[in-house]
């Protein structure tokens, strides 16, 4: 059976286990760890840029190949002058860090002068690799306001050197606790073979809380997708709805996401509103100390707006593809839009990212084998009539001037009566189904 694996990061706090003197020793470890690290990084990476222009950046040279790999063996005297945190494998850790660091500056510009050799920052969080990382359960008691004491199960990460951490579960000043935390840290109990715990970096903050930026390599079983090739999914856009599916073979109406009116059009016109006001704020802000501070809220703002679109658009493609899934279908054929064809709906077309929807269905869709198109097409050869102007029921073309309204309103779904027919159906609904039947 195939697998699927994703890679997840948590931030845990940690508390070290044991009365003040252990808990000093602890820090006094990771801290000694922290700098002691930091020396050996920069003193590689200090070795390998001035053997790099030694041999006038040619890595392909043979006697450089020989001298890089001599670098990173345990002869290097440099590395073993300098003290190295008990029980961790430093000097191979810092090695492999380097390596790849070094590796990833060639493939991005270091021979042409468009980047500089990486150096690493006195509070370069420690490495630890995922062998020196051991998360179970135990029990812990505390006491409460009226002195009484209670036995609770709590995490517990086992470290190098004798150390024990307790995990805390809970959340800052200002932020919810995390409610995925508890069930991922019983996941990697239980459930070992599928929740691994990979290379991971314990950091101490300007406040000396000691943080574990924990990495996990989830890994889930995939039940092979067999489509029926019979089976196509028609998407049009919504208008107070997001997105609405037909499926071949079937007259129901499905709609897909939360209302675009709510969930995605206001907040961006509140953003952006926001964005107006801080505008108006710094039209005075004079040159000087303290100006870069307060230009730097407006670009704060413009990626705030631009992250905000991508996870929504994630999560909205996200649910295409389940959907698509879920109705077995082989193929999605996507309503193509262009800035034309909203030019009459300007909120629409300012705050919609149709494009970055359509690119991330499209790849989300292509990992599964789903084919994805999309499509403006005519109803027949023969036909000057669009998806867009038929009705999907009985085939009777209308005029879009009659059901669209020159300057739409985004607060209301359009529908429309088919003269022929009689039956009423939304001008998205139609569309979708129409695109199911040339696709």
């Not at 990486?118 to 509070?123: A, G, K, Q, S």
């Not at 698509?324 to 709906?345: C, G, Q």
Request: aromatic content about 12%.
């Amino acid at each position: 059976m195939a697998t699927k694996s994703t890679i997840t990061t948590k931030k845990v706090q940690l508390f070290p286990v044991g009365d003040k003197e252990e808990r000093d020793r602890v820090y006094k470890y990771l801290r000694d760890g922290i700098y002691n690290q930091y020396c050996i990084l920069n003193t590689y990476m200090s070795q390998v840029g001035c053997l790099y222009y030694k041999y006038d950046k040619k890595i392909s040279d043979p006697d450089f190949k020989e001298e890089y790999k001599m670098l990173f063996r345990n002869t290097n005297t440099a590395i073993h002058d300098i003290t190295q945190a008990k029980g961790l494998g430093m000097a191979s850790a810092c090695g492999m860090k380097v390596k790849q660091d070094f590796s990833t500056a060639i493939r991005n510009g270091l021979p042409k002068g468009e980047r500089n050799l990486p150096f690493y920052r006195r509070d370069f969080p420690l490495m630890v690799a995922s062998r020196f990382i051991t998360i179970y359960t135990g029990e812990d008691t505390y006491t409460d306001s009226d002195g009484k004491e209670h036995t609770t199960m709590a995490y517990f990460f086992k470290f190098v050197n004798g150390i024990h951490f307790k995990m805390y579960l809970g959340a800052g000043k200002n932020k919810a606790p995390d409610k995925y935390l508890p069930s991922l840290l019983d996941s990697i109990v239980t459930n070992p073979e599928h929740y691994k715990v990979c290379g991971s970096t314990i950091q101490i903050t300007k406040k000396s809380k000691i943080i574990l930026n924990l990495t996990v390599k989830i890994e889930k079983d995939l039940e092979e997708y067999k489509p029926d090739p019979k089976k196509s999914m028609g998407l049009s856009l919504g208008y107070d709805k997001c997105l609405v599916a037909a499926i071949t073979g079937d007259n129901r109406e499905y709609e897909i996401g939360e209302y675009i009116k709510n969930d995605l059009v206001a907040k961006r016109i509140d953003i952006q509103n926001h964005f107006t006001e801080l505008q108006k704020a710094l039209k005075y802000a004079n040159g000087g100390h303290g100006r870069g501070k307060k230009l730097a809220k407006l670009e704060t703002h413009k990626s705030y707006e631009k992250n905000y679109v991508r996870t929504y658009n994630h999560l909205l493609s996200k649910q295409v593809i389940d959907f698509a899934k879920k109705h077995k279908v082989s193929s999605i054929i996507i309503e193509d839009l262009t800035k034309e064809d909203l030019e009459d709906y300007p909120v629409l077309l300012r705050n919609w990212s149709y494009y970055q929807l359509v690119q991330f269905i499209t790849y989300k869709a292509e990992r599964e084998g789903i084919i994805v198109f999309t499509s403006k097409m005519k109803m027949s050869d023969d036909s000057l009539h669009t998806v867009s102007d038929v009705c999907c029921s009985c085939g009777e073309p209308f005029t879009m001037d009659n059901i669209m309204p020159k300057v739409f309103e985004w607060t209301q779904e359009v529908s429309f009566t088919c003269p022929k027919c009689n039956k009423t159906i939304s001008y998205a609904f139609n569309k979708a189904k129409n695109i199911t039947k040339v696709g």
